[in-house]
């Protein structure tokens, strides 16, 4: 089945320590997109990466770190200068740059601490 | 003023009510609209994909676009308890653009 898989569903972590999302993709989309996700809001985005070594600040960049090495992968790392880094984390991807259909993850839940 | 807004509810309906959620927006220069659904602790899922006024029909569901009073609707007839869920619009100015999401409605179909 294709689909966007998100790893851990689940992370604690202490004040101070960063830690990685994981976010694998096998539609063979080429953009790929990380969104924060808190009660009342919208979601907000975070990165964005159209091709393969190549991505993009969104809204809320700061305090995070993004990587795309390979087309199907793009990993978020929630550094210790995030503020206020309880959430929950969407991956996303898409054929092109277009908006319109995102297909998401299931999402990763991070509690600090 | 926010980009777009929506009631976040949360909304309770009994089974078979026709149920109607809403948005608005600021922006005039917006022209794609979409609605997601998104079950509890699950990623959003598109609904709904809808480009300038009208109206756009899919089974139980019907997306509603006024450009004139920047406002969308999504329309659910026949509600069943596996429509709970939470319900957000999104916006953006063209198919290549960001795009906007709204806080979502939360929705509770009750048996």
């Known amino acids: 089945d294709g689909g966007i898989t998100q790893s851990p569903k689940y992370l604690f972590r202490k004040e101070g320590q960063n830690v990685t999302l994981s976010c694998e993709q096998n539609?063979?989309?080429?953009?790929m997109y990380w969104y924060r996700q808190d009660p009342g809001q919208g979601l907000r985005l975070i990165y964005y990466?159209?091709?393969?070594?190549?991505?993009q600040k969104g809204d809320i960049a700061e305090g995070y770190s993004v990587s795309r090495e390979k087309k199907e992968s793009f990993p978020l790392t929630v550094t210790s200068a995030q503020k206020n880094p309880t959430a929950f984390y969407l991956c996303?991807?898409?054929?092109?740059?277009?908006?319109?259909?995102?297909?998401f993850g299931e999402g990763s839940r991070l509690t600090v601490l | 003023q926010k980009e777009v807004e929506q009631d976040p509810g949360p909304l309770s309906v009994p089974e078979g009510a026709i149920v109607s959620l809403n948005c608005t927006y600021s922006?005039?220069?917006?022209?794609?609209f979409m609605w997601y659904r998104q079950y509890s602790r699950k990623g959003p899922e598109l609904l709904m994909y809808?480009?300038?006024?009208g109206n756009k029909e899919d089974g139980r569901f019907t997306a509603q676009v006024d450009k004139s009073s920047k406002y969308i609707s999504l329309f659910i007839r026949d509600s069943q308890p596996s429509d709970s869920a939470t319900y957000l619009c999104?916006?953006?100015?063209?198919?290549?653009?960001?795009?906007?999401f709204g806080p979502g409605t939360s929705l509770s179909v009750i048996p």
């Open positions: 996303a991807s898409s054929l092109g740059l277009a908006g319109g259909e995102l297909f």
């Open positions: 539609l063979n989309h080429d953009a």
């Open positions: 990466s159209q091709i393969v070594n190549d991505f």
């Open positions: 922006n005039s220069a917006f022209q794609y």
């Open positions: 809808t480009y300038s006024s």
């Open positions: 999104a916006i953006e100015k063209t198919s290549y653009d960001k795009v906007i």
